[in-house]
């Protein structure tokens, strides 16, 4: 039977239990130092939380376990975890998510197990218009991390050539992610699912060796897939600050692009794996490097003036 217990969050009463059960039996990680680590890492994580409908991934078993996601908020939530209405695009009718606005339901959550953070790109209740265009590089083995710093250092040239700042984060994974903030309430899915697909594509073309942008994983072995299809409606990607389901305790973590320069540089994958403890000693140096993600203002440009013919845009130039 389940040893239940409540903690005191922030004026709320939180049900939690089984706090000494392993989640992660590589280093003996237990769901109450799951718990601990989401209440330290609250002040910087819950603003990119903040009224983002998310999808439940939930471990109770830990990480060696079964997994299931959560779409629909839980019925058995406690009345003051906020939801947000999101249409179906499976069915008729509409999904109500949980929205983490703050520490109680953070540690609610994390009592579910939900151990990884799945959040929307947009914000309620402008479900219609991304925060950000988000590109996700997942290397196909035997590529790894240090295969995705060359691409993202490539993203990084083209995207200071737009004059758009970009802004990188490991997955917590294998892989990286590159943020380039909107924060403009104008800019459709349409057209940043179109700008990352367009960008893709014309990577591969630059360098099929070392670049898929189709999605079938028989074409990923040794390459990067640069999945430009995260930037829809209807899907989710890992927060940052989010843990993984991984033997260790990995995290998606913000970095600079001189970390992602040295880690290309030096062949270390190892310099851009972070373990909670890591993350919060990295917090504490430095805050939050993803901290312009929410509020910097950018225009993406004209695709056409971008993709077609300009010459100056193409992706020739490998980084060395």
């Known amino acids: 039977m389940a040893k239940q217990s409540f903690l005191e969050v922030s004026g709320k009463q939180v049900k939690v239990s089984n706090l000494d059960k392993v989640f992660y039996p ?25 009224d983002r409908p ?3 991934k939930r471990y109770p078993e830990g990480v060696e376990g079964f997994f299931f996601y959560e779409k629909q908020c839980p019925s058995h939530r406690p009345d003051w975890v906020d939801t947000t209405r999101v249409s ?13 606005n703050d520490l109680p339901a953070l540690v ?10 799945h959040t929307f790109l947009h914000r309620a209740p402008k479900l219609e218009f991304p925060d950000f265009v988000a590109i996700d590089l997942d290397p196909g ?17 083209f995207f200071d050539r737009l004059a758009l700042k970009s802004f990188p984060k490991t997955s917590g994974s294998k892989g990286l992610q590159i943020y380039v903030p909107l924060n403009n309430n104008r800019t459709s899915y349409d057209r ?34 640069v999945d430009w299809s995260q930037n829809d409606e209807h899907k989710t990607t890992i927060c940052v600050y989010s843990l993984r389901a991984k033997d260790y305790p990995t995290v998606s973590t913000p970095v600079t692009w001189k970390e992602v320069t040295e880690a ?15 993350v919060l000693k990295r917090i504490k140096k430095r805050g939050d490097l993803f901290e312009p993600v929410l509020k910097l203002k950018q225009k993406l440009p004209d695709l056409g003036r971008v993709f077609e013919g300009a010459r100056e845009y193409q992706f020739t130039s490998r980084i060395r």
């Not at 109450?32 to 609250?42: E, F, H, Q, R």
């Not at 083995?141 to 040239?157: G, T």
Request: with cysteine.
């Open 26 to 50: 590589a280093t003996g990680f237990t769901k109450g130092d799951v718990i601990d680590y989401y209440k330290d890492v609250s002040p910087v994580l819950l603003p990119h939380l903040k």
């Open 54 to 56: 998310i999808s439940l």
């Open 88 to 100: 179906s695009r499976r069915r008729e009718g509409f999904i109500d998510y949980c929205v983490i």
């Open 108 to 117: 609610w959550a994390a009592n579910l197990a939900d151990l990884e953070l």
């Open 141 to 157: 083995d035997p590529a790894d991390i240090i295969n995705c710093c060359e691409i993202a250092l490539l993203l990084k040239k």
């Open 192 to 225: 940043t699912k179109a700008f990352a697909r367009a960008l893709a594509e014309n990577l591969q073309a630059a360098h099929p060796d070392l670049v898929v942008s189709r999605m079938q994983k028989s074409l990923r072995r040794g390459k990067v897939l």
């Open 264 to 278: 290309k540089k030096k062949g270390d994958s190892g310099l851009l794996t972070f373990e909670t403890k890591n």
